[in-house]
């Protein structure tokens, strides 16, 4: 079991350049199944074996898919998502990075009235270690297992994920988020997957400064959780008012700081690590308590 | 990128939002001659990108046109939190009979514009919203939509605006909604905004920061950006693709992805040391830009240890090895660096470098720790 993505996950991609064929190279690699590509003008041809389509509607009419993976750049990476919420898919993972936070405004409301699952923008993805990768995360770094994990970082991801499995905690599915201001699944969301999948047994949950996400999530659990948190929380060291790579990670005024998140973790009865490589002890603890 | 006051009222004022007439001086004497063209009394006020500037002085209302070229002699060239005033707008005084606040921003948990008004006006918004949160109404427009008639008008009731008001200010505020999406604003505010004596309103002062995500498509505004002195190693930074933000600490980081960079400074923290900068060199760097990365970060003069953390996804551990010998090749860092790689070539980038003059470190935590010695023991070399 997992959530979102499993083995007979069928996924298309979208934007088919130099980044998007080398990750559907290594999704394939990883034992996804990849059944299409889309991009305007390639209908009927193929790349590496995928077959291509000019749109996503002709693409799931041919190939069955539900799910789609965009690495369409950020001018027309809104358009592209809005195409794939048309086709009704299930799954919608957006690597794009650098989208005007007006354009996934529109996203939002569109996506507000529709089944879609949106990960992303400005995300590595997400996998269920064995089955299905949809993303560019490195593959070796994670193993199946019973850790449920959401992260709005990319590589902080990977950092966490290999700790993990190092430590003999494969993961049931690992969803990252992305580090957008507005984003298709929210940290509480992605939290709430995860503490109603049978297959998860505890969870992390791995956020950054910014927003008000992981105090809901707190919130969330504390109210609904059925399984073990372990959090930690990037960017305590962060001054006010700059923005730290990430668009989302910023503190403006009292909003956002770590101490506020890890307060309302605390305030839950989750324990938040001080540093990445405390998380798999704090996991153990954890799984052995429950 | 934020606008100067005087650059988002252009915008207003294009949208037919009512501004008090008002000139751009950059020197005395030009504040003068605005003085003269607009006709006293006049505010003269500094147009820096930082908040507070009022009590900082920089805002001060002058009677006569002499007084505002003794003001304008008194604020350019004054330091506001650092930045130097540059540039003050003069502007007719407003005739106050009271004061709201009106803004438009990204309300992220419900992934919606909001717009907020409040009849508390001219004070920090923040405050107010911890003090009394009920003084301000909110309301969520659909982005498609914009904001419509009655939710404007809904929003003025709300916020107990007298009723012979609220027409304008509704009126106003749809056109607020409208600059703010064609700007592609991520704040846009009004604060205060003014009830003038004769019932008419106008713009005190006007904050818009655009979307840097946006620039591509908001030429105009983008060719308004003005980068100050300190800012300029971080625009360099981004002209080179990566994301650096100086910080006040002496322990130099370069890492790839955000939250990777933002727990790498973490960890140093966690050692005891602090962080001199954020660097994120991004996805997939390559020799050339880990090279610029390792330079702008060694030309910070208070770098004493420079901490480099990869974790190789797309990024490639030869690639960032090879940039690093690049620089230690062509001159020799005056610092100690210390390094951890790990995942996609991990193996292959510690091969480039054995045998350079640098530390090598398994984990996060252990190479932040020998980073903060390294740099605790060469101030203890420079202390007298």
Same mark, same amino acid.
């Given at each position: 079991? #997992?959530?979102?993505?499993?083995?007979?996950?069928?996924?298309?991609?979208?934007?088919?350049?130099?980044?998007?064929?080398?990750?559907?190279?290594?999704?394939?690699? $990883?034992?996804?199944?990849?059944?299409?590509?889309?991009?305007?003008?390639?209908?009927?041809?193929?790349?590496?074996?995928?077959?291509?389509?000019?749109?996503?509607?002709?693409?799931?009419?041919?190939?069955?898919?539900?799910?789609?993976?965009?690495?369409?750049?950020?001018?027309?990476?809104?358009?592209?998502?809005?195409?794939?919420?048309?086709?009704?898919?299930?799954?919608?993972?957006?690597?794009?990075?650098?989208?005007?936070?007006?354009?996934?405004?529109?996203?939002?409301?569109?996506?507000?009235?529709?089944?879609?699952?949106?990960?992303?923008?400005?995300?590595?993805?997400?996998?269920?270690?064995?089955?299905?990768?949809?993303?560019?995360?490195?593959?070796?770094?994670?193993?199946?297992?019973?850790?449920?994990?959401?992260?709005? #970082?990319?590589?902080?991801? $990977?950092?966490?994920?290999?700790?993990?499995?190092?430590?003999?905690?494969?993961?049931?599915?690992?969803?990252?988020?992305?580090?957008?201001?507005?984003?298709?699944?929210?940290?509480?969301?992605?939290?709430?997957?995860?503490?109603?999948?049978?297959?998860?047994?505890?969870?992390?949950?791995?956020?950054?400064?910014?927003?008000?996400?992981?105090?809901?999530?707190?919130? $969330?659990?504390?109210?609904?959780?059925?399984?073990?948190?372990?959090?930690?929380?990037?960017?305590?060291?962060?001054?006010?008012?700059?923005?730290?790579?990430?668009?989302?990670?910023?503190?403006?005024?009292?909003?956002?700081?770590?101490?506020?998140?890890?307060?309302?973790?605390?305030?839950?009865?989750?324990?938040?690590?001080?540093?990445? #490589?405390?998380?798999?002890?704090?996991?153990?603890?954890?799984?052995?308590?429950? | 990128?934020?606008?100067?006051?005087?650059?988002? %009222?252009?915008?207003?004022?294009?949208?037919?939002?009512?501004?008090?007439?008002?000139?751009?001086?950059?020197?005395?004497?030009?504040?003068?001659?605005?003085?003269?063209?607009?006709?006293?009394?006049?505010?003269? %006020?500094?147009?820096?990108? *930082?908040?507070?500037?009022?009590?900082?002085?920089?805002? %001060?209302?002058?009677?006569?046109?002499?007084?505002?070229?003794?003001?304008?002699?008194?604020?350019?060239?004054?330091?506001?939190?650092?930045?130097?005033?540059?540039?003050?707008? =003069?502007?007719?005084?407003?005739?106050?009979?009271?004061?709201?606040?009106?803004?438009?921003?990204?309300?992220?948990?419900?992934?919606?514009?909001?717009?907020?008004?409040?009849?508390?006006?001219?004070?920090?918004?923040?405050? =107010?919203?911890?003090?009394?949160?009920?003084?301000?109404?909110?309301?969520?427009?659909?982005?498609?939509?914009?904001?419509?008639?009655?939710?404007?008008?809904?929003?003025?009731?709300?916020?107990?605006?007298?009723?012979?008001? =609220?027409?304008?200010?509704?009126?106003?505020?749809?056109?607020?909604?409208?600059?703010?999406?064609?700007?592609?604003?991520?704040?846009?505010?009004?604060?205060?905004?003014?009830?003038?004596?004769?019932?008419?309103?106008?713009?005190?002062?006007?904050?818009?920061?655009?979307?840097?995500?946006?620039?591509?498509?908001?030429?105009?505004?983008?060719?308004? %950006?003005?980068?100050?002195?300190?800012?300029?190693?971080?625009?360099?930074?981004?002209?080179?693709?990566?994301?650096?933000?100086?910080?006040?600490?002496?322990? /130099?980081?370069?890492?790839?992805?955000?939250?990777?960079?933002?727990?790498?400074?973490?960890?140093?923290?966690?050692?005891?040391?602090?962080?001199?900068?954020?660097?994120?060199? /991004? /996805? +997939?760097?390559?020799?050339?830009?880990?090279?610029?990365?390792?330079?702008? *970060?060694?030309?910070?003069?208070?770098?004493?240890?420079?901490?480099?953390?990869?974790?190789? /996804?797309?990024?490639?551990?030869?690639?960032?090895?090879?940039?690093?010998?690049?620089?230690?090749?062509?001159?020799?860092?005056?610092?100690?660096?210390?390094?951890?790689?790990?995942?996609?070539?991990?193996?292959? +980038?510690?091969? *480039?470098?054995?045998?350079?003059?640098?530390?090598?470190?398994?984990?996060?935590?252990?190479?932040?720790?020998?980073?903060?010695?390294?740099?605790?023991?060469?101030?203890?070399?420079?202390?007298?």
């Amino acid at each position: 079991m #997992s959530v979102l993505l499993n083995a007979a996950t069928r996924v298309i991609v979208q934007g088919m350049g130099r980044e998007g064929r080398f990750h559907a190279a290594r999704m394939r690699e $990883y034992g996804s199944q990849v059944v299409g590509g889309v991009g305007p003008g390639t209908g009927g041809s193929e790349r590496d074996g995928i077959p291509m389509f000019d749109t996503v509607a002709a693409a799931v009419d041919a190939s069955e898919a539900n799910a789609s993976l965009i690495f369409v750049p950020a001018p027309a990476a809104a358009d592209a998502i809005l195409e794939a919420l048309d086709a009704e898919l299930d799954l919608v993972v957006c690597i794009t990075e650098g989208i005007p936070v007006h354009d996934m405004l529109t996203v939002a409301a569109v996506l507000a009235d529709t089944r879609t699952t949106l990960i992303g923008p400005n995300c590595p993805g997400a996998i269920t270690p064995g089955q299905c990768k949809i993303g560019i995360m490195p593959g070796e770094n994670f193993a199946p297992g019973p850790v449920g994990f959401v992260s709005r #970082s990319g590589t902080l991801t $990977y950092e966490i994920a290999d700790a993990l499995t190092r430590a003999g905690l494969g993961q049931s599915t690992c969803l990252g988020i992305g580090g957008d201001p507005v984003i298709g699944l929210p940290t509480p969301d992605a939290v709430r997957l995860l503490n109603e999948d049978p297959a998860t047994e505890a969870i992390v949950i791995v956020g950054e400064i910014g927003g008000s996400a992981e105090e809901q999530a707190a919130e $969330y659990m504390r109210a609904f959780g059925r399984k073990p948190a372990v959090a930690f929380i990037a960017g305590r060291s962060a001054p006010p008012g700059k923005r730290m790579g990430h668009a989302g990670a910023i503190v403006s005024g009292s909003q956002g700081t770590a101490e506020s998140k890890v307060r309302a973790f605390e305030e839950a009865g989750i324990p938040v690590a001080n540093a990445p #490589s405390e998380i798999p002890g704090l996991v153990r603890v954890a799984l052995r308590a429950a | 990128m934020k606008l100067h006051e005087y650059q988002a %009222k252009l915008l207003l004022a294009r949208a037919g939002i009512p501004i008090p007439e008002g000139r751009l001086a950059l020197t005395p004497e030009d504040a003068l001659a605005a003085a003269r063209g607009i006709g006293a009394p006049v505010a003269v %006020k500094a147009q820096v990108h *930082v908040g507070g500037r009022g009590k900082a002085g920089g805002i %001060k209302v002058a009677r006569t046109p002499e007084e505002a070229r003794d003001a304008a002699r008194a604020i350019l060239g004054l330091d506001i939190k650092g930045l130097r005033v540059e540039k003050v707008y =003069v502007e007719r005084a407003s005739r106050v009979r009271s004061e709201l606040y009106l803004g438009v921003t990204v309300d992220r948990d419900r992934r919606r514009p909001v717009v907020m008004l409040s009849t508390v006006g001219g004070m920090d918004i923040e405050q =107010v919203a911890a003090e009394r949160p009920q003084a301000i109404a909110r309301g969520w427009p659909d982005p498609r939509l914009g904001l419509l008639p009655f939710e404007a008008r809904r929003l003025c009731f709300e916020a107990g605006v007298p009723k012979e008001q =609220v027409a304008g200010v509704a009126a106003l505020a749809e056109r607020l909604y409208g600059v703010f999406r064609s700007a592609d604003a991520t704040l846009l505010e009004i604060n205060p905004l003014f009830v003038q004596e004769d019932a008419s309103l106008v713009a005190g002062d006007a904050k818009l920061d655009v979307d840097d995500n946006a620039l591509y498509r908001q030429k105009e505004l983008a060719g308004w %950006k003005e980068v100050s002195a300190e800012e300029r190693l971080e625009e360099q930074a981004r002209a080179l693709g990566f994301s650096y933000v100086q910080l006040d600490g002496d322990v /130099g980081i370069i890492g790839n992805g955000a939250g990777l960079v933002m727990g790498t400074l973490d960890a140093v923290r966690n050692a005891g040391g602090r962080a001199a900068n954020f660097l994120d060199v /991004g /996805g +997939g760097a390559k020799q050339a830009v880990v090279k610029a990365a390792l330079e702008i *970060v060694l030309s910070n003069p208070r770098v004493r240890s420079v901490l480099i953390n990869i974790f190789g /996804g797309i990024t490639r551990g030869d690639e960032v090895a090879r940039g690093i010998i690049d620089v230690i090749g062509e001159h020799p860092p005056h610092v100690p660096l210390v390094i951890r790689l790990s995942g996609t070539e991990a193996e292959a +980038g510690r091969r *480039v470098l054995e045998g350079a003059p640098l530390v090598s470190r398994e984990t996060m935590d252990a190479a932040a720790a020998e980073a903060v010695r390294l740099a605790r023991e060469a101030a203890e070399v420079l202390a007298p």
